[in-house]
């Protein structure tokens, strides 16, 4: 493979994670998969959580694409670097930005103060059904997610908390 080649098959997937980030989060763990990832909605004092068994699952898929990859196909290998990218960042924004899991640093404005606010909107809802916010690092104007919380918890789709309105 060329350089070129190498950059843009990285880059690729490090971006079309957030698609399957979204997708995943949206229809696994907010569907099927809620009983892994339900204790990640309710306040708890553990260190771990259900959840990250989503972390171990979608790590070993990304550790057979690098063993394959080193075998069969360098493109695969690749695209795994580009998913490895992704799980780094997804680890410092979720987990150490947004839920504090590694320092306690609140942002007071910028984009950071916006993957806080759409992540803790998402947040806002009692249960699996409803919510916005489903992605990890693209976040929208939180003004316009609130809108939709309020939408869905007057449609009947979604259970809001009381505190955000």
Do not use: C
């Not at 339900?38 to 694409?65: S, Y």
């Not at 990859?69 to 924004?93: E, P």
């Not at 839920?99 to 640093?105: E, F, I, M």
């Not at 806080?116 to 998402?122: D, E, F, I, N, R």
């Amino acid at each position: 493979m060329s350089w070129l080649e190498i950059v843009l098959t990285v880059m690729s997937s490090l971006i079309g994670m957030e698609l399957f980030a979204w997708v995943a989060h949206k229809y696994i763990m907010h569907g099927w998969g809620w009983g892994w990832h339900r204790d990640h909605h309710e306040p708890h004092d553990n260190v771990l959580e259900k959840n990250d068994l989503f972390a171990v699952v979608f790590g070993t898929i990304n550790a057979a694409m690098y063993i394959y990859g080193s075998l069969y196909w360098d493109w695969l290998w690749w695209f795994a670097v580009g998913i490895t990218l992704y799980g780094v960042i997804y680890t410092l924004v979720h987990d150490g930005l947004v839920h504090q899991r590694y320092w306690k640093w609140v942002p007071r404005k910028g984009y950071a103060k916006r993957l806080v606010q759409a992540h803790k909107l998402h947040h806002a809802t009692i249960g699996k059904e409803g919510g916005v916010s489903f992605g990890f690092v693209f976040a929208r104007d939180p003004a316009k997610l609130k809108a939709e919380l309020k939408a869905q918890k007057e449609a009947g789709i979604a259970v809001v908390r009381d505190s955000v309105g």
